[in-house]
Structures are given as structure tokens and as C-alpha cells.
Antibody
Framework: EVQLVESGGGLVKPGGSLRLSCAASGFTFSIYNMNWVRQAPGKGLEWVSS????????YYADSMKGRFTISRDNAKNSLYLQMNSLRAEDTAVYYC????????????WGRGTLVIVSS | QSVLTQPPSVSGAPGQRVTISCTGNSSNIGTGYDVHWYQHLPGTAPKLLIY???NRPSGVPDRFSGSKSGTSASLAITGLQPEDEADYYCQSYDSSLSGYWVFGGGTKLTVL
């Protein structure tokens, strides 16, 4: 069974940092492109960042560039998101999602971890 | 403001057919990039419904279908069932300077 389990969310003050993790199982993690997608309260899904299977290609949404860093460890079947300089508008449920490429969409998703940025 | 535009809400009675539109532009859907659709129930993991414009992953009922023309795509749901009540999102690739994956704003489907 395909499983993605996010962890690391919580309450953090504005300007603070948080590191999210995503543990994958049930599929060949090392061949999947991985992504972080978030959903702010009452809002829709928003793509955050993507990393290719071998970490050769990394992309960020404009509002996350310079603040967030995506990484992965294929030996540990894990995906990470280091979030720095957090703002109130970063408050959201963060989902880990994987896909085989542009034409195949994101076929594996976790249930998300909640990040709250508040003083 | 999402790059891909969806109606905020649609509704239909059980057994009816509904469609959800997704309108983009020349830097995403209009270039021919694939459109994907997701179903999302609050508190759960989003689920891929349609990939590559028209393809259903295994396990997705054939009541769900996708189409694309020009700068727009559509998701059709026939034989509406109460369990179809959820949020639906389209997604595509965007080739603009600030783009990559882009999602539509989402559409809330209410089964009356």
C-alpha cells in the first residue's frame, strides 16, 4: 500500500523556522518526483516546491524562493522541507505528494501536517 | 488569484450530470500541457481523478471523465452520488517565469 506520512508541523512564531518530513513506503520512492503542496485555511491547494527523482531539478513557487528548501534522501525514502523566515501567511496544511512526471499528475498524497505561524 | 480559473461552486441532484470548467491561458493549458484533476475531502489526502487530460487511474469510476480544448479543460461527473460531494481542483504546468505546477482555485461540488 502506498503511504506518505508527513510530520514536523506545529506552532512557530513569525520569523521562525520549521523542518517538515515526509516518510514514503509502498512504492519505489527513488523514481518519483516529489512535491510539497499546501492549503491555507479556507483556501485552495497551492503548489510549494518540487524536486526531481535524483534531486537534479528543484523548483519553488515565487513566494517561497529564498525561504524554503526542499530536499530528499532516497536511501531513507524521505522528503524534507526546511522553512525559514516564516510568515503568518505560511499558515497551512502542508501535503507531501509524488508523481511520475508532468503527464501523470500527482498520484500519491499524504494526509498533511499543519503549520501555524503566530505570535 | 489562481492562474487556472474554476467556478467556486457547482451543484446537482443525485443521478444528474455536472461539469466543472478550468480556464487557463497560453502559458499553461493553451500550450498543450496536460491537465490533471483531483478530488479533495476536508481532512483527507487529495485524490488524483484524471491525469493527462482524459485518463483515469485504476479504481476511479468511469462516471468521471476529462476533456480539453484550447485554453480550457473540463471535468464531467455523471450519475452524481452523495459521496461525490467534495472540492475539485484542476492542475497543469505553467511555462511563465514564475510558473511550474499551478492549481485552479477549486470548485465545491454540492450534491442536493
Amino acid at each position: 500500500e502506498v503511504q506518505l506520512v508527513e510530520s514536523g508541523g506545529g506552532l512557530v512564531k513569525p520569523g521562525g523556522s520549521l523542518r517538515l518530513s515526509c516518510a514514503a513506503s509502498g512504492f519505489t520512492f527513488s523514481i518519483y518526483n516529489m512535491n510539497w503542496v499546501r492549503q491555507a485555511p479556507g483556501k485552495g491547494l497551492e503548489w510549494v516546491s518540487s524536486i526531481s527523482s535524483s534531486s537534479s531539478y528543484i523548483y519553488y513557487a515565487d513566494s517561497m524562493k529564498g525561504r524554503f528548501t526542499i530536499s530528499r534522501d532516497n536511501a531513507k525514502n524521505s522528503l524534507y522541507l526546511q522553512m525559514n523566515s516564516l510568515r503568518a501567511e505560511d499558515t497551512a496544511v502542508y501535503y507531501c505528494a509524488g508523481g511520475r512526471g508532468y503527464s501523470y499528475g500527482l498520484d500519491s498524497w499524504g494526509r498533511g501536517t499543519l503549520v501555524i505561524v503566530s505570535s | 488569484q489562481s492562474v487556472l480559473t474554476q467556478p467556486p461552486s457547482v451543484s446537482g441532484a443525485p443521478g444528474q450530470r455536472v461539469t466543472i470548467s478550468c480556464t487557463g491561458n497560453s502559458s499553461n493549458i493553451g500550450t498543450g500541457y496536460d491537465v490533471h484533476w483531483y478530488q479533495h475531502l476536508p481532512g483527507t489526502a487529495p485524490k488524483l481523478l484524471i491525469y493527462g487530460d482524459t485518463n483515469r487511474p485504476s479504481g476511479v469510476p468511469d462516471r468521471f471523465s476529462g476533456s480539453k480544448s484550447g485554453t480550457s479543460a473540463s471535468l464531467a461527473i455523471t450519475g452524481l452520488q452523495p459521496e461525490d460531494e467534495a472540492d475539485y481542483y484542476c492542475q497543469s504546468y505553467d511555462s511563465s517565469l514564475s510558473g511550474y505546477w499551478v492549481f485552479g482555485g477549486g470548485t465545491k461540488l454540492t450534491v442536493l
